[in-house]
């Protein structure tokens, strides 16, 4: 019980806690802003949850405190995070609305394909290289309308575009590969039952 609460309450993982409580404070200043001053009121709590997550993944290498709780705290602090921002963006820009629907749908699908591997056993090597680009790119088309507050809306809709296409092609790489390891683990399923038969006789 002492090492899960170690494990819980952990340097990294108490910043990724601290960024989830972020996300509140920024939605109740964005949703308030009048002026200039006051978006970048907002923005710079944003910029303060950016440089947490920077921190505390600093700090779990260096300081080997990388847990399997941590490895699921810090990409969830990150959703919300990002879901957070599109959903502030897309009161103030129609295309933002679009990219946030594209958003929930790919990390909803996302979320239950790597649930139904997990409790089948399956463990997923981290993020891959597609997918760490789309993440990137939406941070930053989101740091983007975060400190650029007068950006024409001509921009917004490019800016959000690329970060559709990007996100879509990385959820049909994804898809392809769910499907390679459901089509193993079939195959491994069907190769121990006929071994299993093969005994019984």
Excluded: W
Excluded at 66 to 78: M, N, Q
């Amino acid at each position: 019980m002492k090492d899960k609460r170690k494990e819980y309450f952990s340097i990294p993982n108490l910043l990724g806690y601290f960024r989830i409580l972020l996300v509140p404070v920024y939605l109740f200043l964005y949703a308030r802003a009048e002026s200039t001053r006051d978006y970048y009121a907002a923005a710079g709590v944003m910029l303060l949850s950016f440089f947490t997550d920077f921190l505390d993944g600093k700090i779990a290498r260096k300081f080997h405190m990388i847990t399997e709780f941590g490895k699921i705290l810090d990409p969830v602090a990150d959703k919300i995070t990002q879901g957070a921002l599109a959903l502030s963006f897309a009161f103030r820009y129609p295309a933002v609305s679009v990219l946030l629907l594209v958003f929930v749908l790919k990390e909803l699908i996302m979320g239950a394909l790597g649930l139904y591997m997990m409790r089948r056993g399956y463990r997923m090597n981290g993020a891959s290289m597609h997918g760490k680009v789309c993440t990137a790119l939406l941070d930053g088309v989101m740091l983007i309308l975060l400190l650029a507050v007068d950006i024409p809306y001509l921009a917004v809709n490019l800016l959000t575009g690329a970060c559709m296409a990007v996100m879509l092609i990385s959820l049909t790489l994804y898809l392809k590969m769910y499907y390679s390891v459901f089509r193993d683990m079939k195959k491994s399923g069907d190769q121990k039952n006929k071994a299993k038969r093969h005994s019984a006789e």
